[in-house]
Every structure is written in C-alpha cells, then in structure tokens.
C-alpha cells in the first residue's frame, strides 16, 4: 500500500489527533494504537529479560518525520530523541528534498568482520599465507556454526589476515572473516564464528589465539544516499538560493579541513540517524563507533558528507558510511515499540532500513548546514527550545505558547527569564 508522507497540518494537531491520523493513513492496528497511547509498552518482565540489575524503565519522546520520499517511496520515518529542532529540521529538508525528486540510496552486501587476534608469532609473514593457504578450510568450519543463515543465503564469505610486524608485544597477526550476515546486525553470528575457528587457526600458525570478536569498523556494509537541489529550492525571505548554495559548500569545506569542526558537523548527522537507530531497537553505539573511525579512514577526521555544486549551479550532497543494522534479533525483536517502527516503515530488509537511516542522516546534515549558512542555528533550535524552558518553567495549557512567544520574540530563551515573564502573567 501507498502512503503519504506528507502528513499535513500534523504538526498542529494534538498528539492523540496524530495517532489517529497514523492509524487510519498507514492501518495501525488497535494493539499498535495501544502501544503509543498508553505508557509503559516495554514491559517491566520483559525490560528484566534484556539487561541486567533492571529497576525500571526510562521513556523519550517517540515522533515520526514526515515528507520524506526515498527511491521514489513515500516513507514516514519513526524517531526517538529528547532534542528539539531534530524532527522538524529532518522532517523540512525532507520536503525540500521532495521537491527535488526526493532522495536516492543504494547499498552494499551486508558484510560484517570477525576479528581473530594472534600473538606469539614467531614468523608472522609466513603464518599468514600458511592462513590464506588453508582459507577454504577455515571457512567451511566458521560456516558449520550457523547452519540457518546459510539456508537464507548467508555465511562466512572470505578471509584477510593483517600483519602487523610490530608492536609493543611484538608481531602480531589478526584474521578477518568476513561474514554476509543477511537480515541481522551480525554481532553474535560473528562472534560464534571467531570462537569455532580459534583452534584451527592456532594449529596452522603455532601461536595464541587473545581476542575474538567482532569490529564495528563496518567497512564493508555501507549504506549511501543522494540529493540534487535547484537554488530556487533554497532561496529564503532574506537569501537568494545561489547564497545559500555558497554558504552550504564554505560550511561544509570547514569541516573538511577542521577536525574539530567535523566533530560537531558529523553529530549532526548523527542526530538523524541516531533517533531511527533508537526507534528500530538496534545498536546506536555501534553505528556511532563505525561512523566516527570511518570519518578519519583516511588519517584524517572530516567529514561524513560530501557537498558539490554541478555545472547547473545546483546543490548535490552525498553520503556514504557504515551501517549496520538489522531487522531481527536483539531488542529489534524484544522492544514492541521497535517492531512497530520497522511496520510503520514498512521494510523487508536490513538493508532498506540502512538506507533509510543514511537517507535520514544526509537530510538532517542539510538542515543544519543551511541554518548555519544563512540566519544561524539559533534561531529555529532555539524557538523549539524555548517550549522545553516554558514547560520547566511551569507554564500549562494557553500559558506555554504564550510563553514561547514572548521569549523567542525576545530572542531571550532562558529558565530565569521565563519564571520571570510567567510569574508577570500570573500576577504573582
């Protein structure tokens, strides 16, 4: 079925008038309804059988980004995040960029790395080709250890074997398997692996096998997406779209040469990512590790994006990097309310959700980069902000968009001011 991911006037609409929109547009179920009206859809038994020492259950914001169109695919974007600004900015560029044809993705196999480290090696350059000679037989033991993956078109697909002739222990050698872990995000999978051929290799090499275990440096699992946007696209009350291009690709060249620009620009984007991370149950810190080693692949740290202009004069972003993610296992299968994004996204496989998440990422980048460009970042974070001061400042019903008003109007978002204003308004 079709959607679409327009959703106009939701942002206007109380939070209950949302849910019934969803309902009817994407066909929730009363279960589903039920998940997001009620608080506490993770049970507290169910919490317990995830982790360890649970006393309870902590809640953030659960929103959806609207507009966005992905391949040609209207797709309404679930996302978990206690920042303001996130969802509104994802969810503008993504009109914008609906404009413009939307966005376009492609991804690579979904190949994971199992490391296996090797120390004590007497002659590391010829225990690695004695490996690689042996590379068949090593596969086809890390193979025997996930009999289900390899009837779903999976498995242990190759060897490397890095040397590294010196460190402060001596030579040392680690083998790389790596794995085509289908619709998971592989961690465990891997790990087995890495454990079942330990021996053997410690047999072939006459060395000691240490570590054994995944690398979230998940270079070979990229996910990428595209966007092309006329200035016409771009152009504001105040700024003609030939400037915004401009200030985009200065913004962007800093943080190209300046890691300590790149830090905050590749957050960014994160900020996109993240919060679908977070929806779909799947492992966060894992995507940031593999994103921030892979932003300084080159010895450098830069940026995660890339922003040109072509012959057109139009605005082209791109960016690629590793996602791994998956569809089953984990809290992807525990967490209901994560089952319930992957429906209301409406994908089949993980890497359709990995494209989803760079697609997400790329328009967030977009966002700020043209905030900063042009009236500063300021000025919408901070009037969305300024409902988080008013709230903690007490403010309830008509008080809290009159409070918002009169501090973004001020340009003065600030907890003292609004206790101030709010205590005037009172009488107190």
Request: hydrophobic share 45%; charged share 20%.
């Amino acid at each position: 079925m079709s959607i679409d991911s327009r959703l106009p006037q939701f942002r206007s609409m109380a939070p209950v008038e949302r849910l019934g929109y969803l309902q009817d547009l994407i066909e929730l179920s009363a279960d589903d309804v039920a998940l997001l009206r009620e608080p506490g859809a993770l049970a507290l038994e169910t919490a317990d059988g995830m982790i360890e020492n649970v006393i309870g259950t902590f809640e953030l914001p659960y929103a959806v980004a609207s507009n966005f169109q992905i391949n040609g695919r209207d797709v309404i974007v679930p996302m978990v995040v206690e920042e303001p600004s996130v969802v509104a900015a994802a969810s503008f560029m993504a009109k914008l960029a609906r404009e413009a044809g939307g966005f376009q993705t492609s991804s690579s196999l979904p190949l994971m790395r199992a490391q296996v480290q090797i120390v004590d090696v007497e002659d590391p350059f010829n225990a690695r080709l004695s490996l690689l000679r042996r590379k068949d037989e090593i596969i086809e033991l890390a193979n025997r250890k996930d009999q289900l993956l390899n009837s779903l078109g999976g498995g242990c697909r190759d060897l490397e074997v890095h040397t590294f002739a010196q460190s402060p222990r001596g030579p040392m050698l680690v083998a790389h398997l790596i794995v085509d872990v289908r619709d998971a995000m592989g961690a465990n999978t891997v790990n087995t692996m890495a454990e079942a051929v330990a021996p053997l290799i410690e047999e072939i090499t006459g060395a000691k096998v240490r570590l054994r275990i995944l690398s979230n440096l998940a270079d070979l699992r990229l996910a990428r997406a595209q966007i092309r946007i006329a200035p016409q696209l771009l152009t504001t009350s105040e700024f003609k779209g030939e400037e915004v291009i401009e200030g985009i690709l200065d913004a962007y060249n800093f943080a190209v040469v300046d890691p300590y620009r790149a830090a905050t620009h590749n957050k960014g984007i994160m900020n996109g990512i993240d919060p679908l991370i977070v929806a779909t149950g799947n492992d966060w810190r894992a995507v940031e590790a593999g994103a921030h080693a892979y932003a300084c692949r080159n010895g450098h740290y830069g940026s995660l994006t890339t922003w040109e202009k072509d012959s057109k004069g139009n605005l082209v972003g791109t960016l690629e990097m590793p996602m791994p993610v998956g569809l089953v296992g984990g809290a992807t299968k525990t967490h209901p309310l994560a089952q319930l994004s992957l429906r209301i996204l409406k994908v089949e496989t993980a890497q359709q959700l990995a494209e989803i998440a760079v697609a997400v990422g790329l328009a967030q980048n977009l966002g700020a980069l043209r905030a900063l460009s042009t009236e500063g970042i300021q000025r919408g974070h901070m009037a969305l902000h300024a409902r988080n001061i008013a709230l903690t400042a007490g403010a309830r019903g008509e008080e809290l968009g009159w409070l918002v008003k009169q501090m973004v109007d001020a340009r003065d978002v600030r907890a003292d001011h609004a206790a101030a204003l709010l205590k005037q308004k009172r009488g107190l």
